[in-house]
């Protein structure tokens, strides 16, 4: 079943909206808000729906609910999957990343800095050779310490959720 589109001339235009004619000749004319038809009438659905979308500053692109819903949902989801990455320690805030890494290269440093003091006695009258491979197991001892993750460091940063 077709629908039939109702039609009417500026005068009836006016007098459904409650406007006068000139207002509406206006919108038509110097503001481009209400379309007139080819014939000079108005399709009266479409000519009121202009005006009303004009009126109260609505946007002509109607928003589909459904599509709205479902980036609702999708926010939702994720939000929901990054709280249960966070319970299993896969995920740490950034500020608890931060800390936990400042922890460990002030350790690192204070370790590094200290070697020359533990060393030296160690190395005192030694060959060039022993010195560079007595530093070098030194220094990959401290960094063993640094490559090991352990989600375990990031349970004392943590607001103690449970």
Same mark, same amino acid.
């Given at each position: 079943m077709e629908k039939k589109e109702l039609r009417g001339d500026v005068n009836y235009l006016a007098k459904l909206l409650g406007v006068s004619v000139r207002r509406v000749n206006q919108m038509v004319t110097n503001e481009g808000k209400i379309t007139k038809e080819p014939e000079g009438d108005f399709i009266l659905q479409k000519a009121i729906s202009q005006y009303y979308m004009a009126k109260y500053k609505l946007s002509q692109d109607n928003v589909d609910y459904n599509h709205e819903k479902a980036l609702h949902e999708r926010a939702k989801r994720k939000l929901t999957e990054m709280e249960v990455r966070k319970r299993s320690n896969e995920l740490h805030e950034a500020a608890d990343v931060e800390a936990v890494l400042t922890d460990m290269l002030v350790n690192l440093r204070t370790k590094l800095l200290a070697i020359p003091a533990k060393m030296a006695t160690q190395l005192a009258e030694r060959s060039k050779e022993e010195i560079e491979e007595l530093?070098? !197991?030194?220094?990959?001892?401290?960094?063993?310490?640094?490559?090991?993750? !352990?989600?375990?460091m990031f349970e004392m940063s943590g607001e103690g959720e449970e």
């Open positions: 530093l070098t !197991k030194e220094i990959e001892f401290l960094l063993l310490e640094v490559k090991d993750y !352990k989600p375990n």
